[in-house]
């Protein structure tokens, strides 16, 4: 029966803050409690064995009383004997410097009775290795020179034991996944030559196993299928691996053809050290969803059958998470995986998440020109407008989904950002209501000659600058206004403008500089991600040398380079607030930064790719980030945590888009689908399916009723978002068991499909009054 162990969530690190006026430090998190090693819990309430069959330790015989001090040592020393005869010389070794125990003590201590039936009594080999080590590294204390140390052991065969000071209490550590312990894990504990007749067998016994069973099993064979192979490449069963890989990996889902081939290149013990994909299938385990009724049938065929070195697998790499009720089909199946590792758990998306819109300050807004050229429908634009600027009815009551107004700090509004709202309110008033019968125009800016090639596209909120960055490592702006684009005027000439004029903001341009084009120089590698600031005085770029830098648009000079990543950085984006910017990369981490500061705020945790995609959320106070782990993680900017998983595209995540309101996600993939996600319950509630290649860019209108999308095939799609998000099946027990029923054709929601020449979509935008903005550099193939 699989042990359904309870794994420690993701803690993010976090840099301390040497400024006031920045987000606190999250409260210190209690170090995870050590999982039991050996038999274990499940979610029923059983125990987990080692398949129904392992022999029951002996009991101690009796004999003389022994000190609790001496019977600690003695644990401590059964433990180190079985980790030399087990040939871990490497754990071995840390054990016995963290004790403080020479080598000849190890002979020196005779074990008593007790130790003896700690590590098994008779000696009988029906448990393996691991259970043998895991049963004694389960002695909840080890003395060692009189302090007590806790055991605790994330990978079976190798345990971590921390010395504690005297007079402090235990401490709780757990072992980092080096290499030698990942591997350790794959001993060889069966008969190579009867690994294909195991697989066989269980693969006969699902595919004859009643429908409603078939579908929830059968996601049993690609974790297995890895683990096996791993398990017979290891132990250098070079020839047998081979003929086992080419039996079954056919057999497998083809959105796992991937990672097959990373697999498939894995052929000898030595091209297994240092493999990220092996370690990451290792150290995570792969997470199966499956109902009460068919684990019962798992369980008994196995038992039956007395298949341990399945059972084994099962056991050790797998978490099963098990709910009560109807199995779910095929289609919900496949819906909801295809990720690195699995499903989430269903633990894993209960957070509470404040997805309502912080209230904004209230404005005195001038509109004269409301009642301009008789638009009978301008009404209902001013009604919209709270959606993108959370003010008129927003503002007068509180969101009961917002979170605390004072939950993060956040930037005050300066004059200039008020007269930029007011601006952005008189827009809204134009706004055009979108609609299946009203669809947006669509401009489209195509980039000719683009440098060795555009590799990222952003446009202001105003719509009055687009920045391109390109593979030669520029980052270029363009006005797209009559308004062209000045610097600032020199010291020297400075010194003579009139200060108190009223157009002292104008007279300090140099008209001089003034073109269409500015290009700034200091990158040194292509430049994956721009963003400008809400304000339009600041840009940022992000580049495969590790950087991201923060470029003002005043003078068109870098003001600040922050490094922290190590490798290239994909994606970096603004806070809708500014002050505030995300940054993610090849290092598989996303990192939370300020602008005054040249360190990060947070570093967010937990992805087993690189990160490549990020976005805030419209009220700052979370952050979605996208990876090549083909999964979606939402992240909580006050404390850190991972507060939603969401897993169900088939390919790494290229585009992120929160809906106006902040209580939908939208994402899109190199799988060519569009998938819809309620944040509230933590549910996948839409899937678009229509675009042939990778998604790249997706945005909803300003008042929510139209996502658009852009993607590689050289089209851009427009949807219908309201008829998408009602009538929502919401309630306990889809969400307790993630039942989704999502409809069978997404076409009814596809409203139009807009074809360039041979331009990929790499940006959309829409403006403040719903007209919409593409962007691509046009391709000659």
Known sequence: MAALHEEPAEVAAVQPDPDAGTPPPPPAVPPA??????????????????????????????????????????????VLQF????????????????ARLLGDDLGAVALSPASAGLLGGSGSDADSGEALLGRATSAAAVAIGGNVATVATSSPGVAAVAAVPPGKGAVVVEDQPDVSAVLSAYNQQGDPTLYEEYYSGLKHFIECSLDCHRAELSQLFYPLFVHMYLELVYNQHESEAKSFFE??????????????????????KEHMKGNETMLDFRTSKFVLRISRDSYQLLKRHLQEKQNN????????????????????????IDAMVGSLAGEAKREANKAKVFFGLLKEPEFDVPLDDEDEEGENEEGKPKKKKPKKDNVGSKSKKQDPNAPPQNRIPLPELKDSDKLDKVMNMKEAARRVRLGPECLPSICFYTFLNAYQGLT?????DDSSMIVGGFADSTVRVWSVTPKKLRSVKTAADLSLIDKESDDVLERIMDEKT?????????HSGPVYGTSFSPDRNYLLSCSEDGTVRLWSLQTFT??????????????????????????????????????????????????LADVTCTRFHPNSNYIATGSADRTIRLWDVLNGNCVRIFTGHKGPIHSLAFSPNGRFLATGATDGRVLLWDIGHGLMVGELKGHTDTIYALRFSRDGEILASGSMDNTVRLWDAVKAFEDLETDDFTTA?????????????????????????????????????????????
């Open 33 to 78: 409690a050590a999982p039991a090693a050996g038999p274990a819990a499940t979610a029923e309430g059983e125990v987990a064995g080692g398949g129904g069959d392992a022999a029951p330790a002996k009991p101690a015989a009796p004999g003389p009383a022994a000190s609790p001090a001496a019977l600690d040592r003695q644990t401590l020393v059964a």
């Open 83 to 98: 980790l030399r005869r087990s040939n871990l010389r490497e754990s071995e070794e840390i054990l016995r410097r963290e």
């Open 247 to 268: 039996r079954f990996h056919g057999d497998q889902e083809c959105y796992y053809q991937d990672d097959l081939r990373v697999l498939s290149s894995l052929t000898k």
């Open 309 to 332: 070195q399945i059972w084994n697998i099962v056991q050790e790499h797998l978490y099963i998470d098990i709910f009560d009720g109807m199995p779910r089909s095929k289609q919900q």
């Open 456 to 460: 990222a596209v952003d446009i202001t």
């Open 514 to 522: 003034a073109s269409e084009l500015k290009i700034l120089y200091g």
């Open 558 to 607: 870098c003001l600040v380079g922050y490094k922290g990543h190590n490798y290239p950085v994909w994606d970096t984006q603004f806070s809708p607030y500014g002050y505030y910017f995300v940054s993610g990369g090849h290092d598989r981490v996303a990192r939370l930064w300020a602008t005054d500061h040249y360190q990060p705020l947070r570093i967010f945790a937990g992805h």
């Open 737 to 781: 068991t993630g039942h989704i029923n999502l409809p069978e054709n997404s076409q009814d929601l596809l409203l139009g499909t807009y074809m360039t020449k041979s331009t990929p979509v790499v940006h959309l935008h829409f403006t403040r009054r719903n007209l919409l903005l593409a962007a691509g550099a046009y391709s000659s193939q």
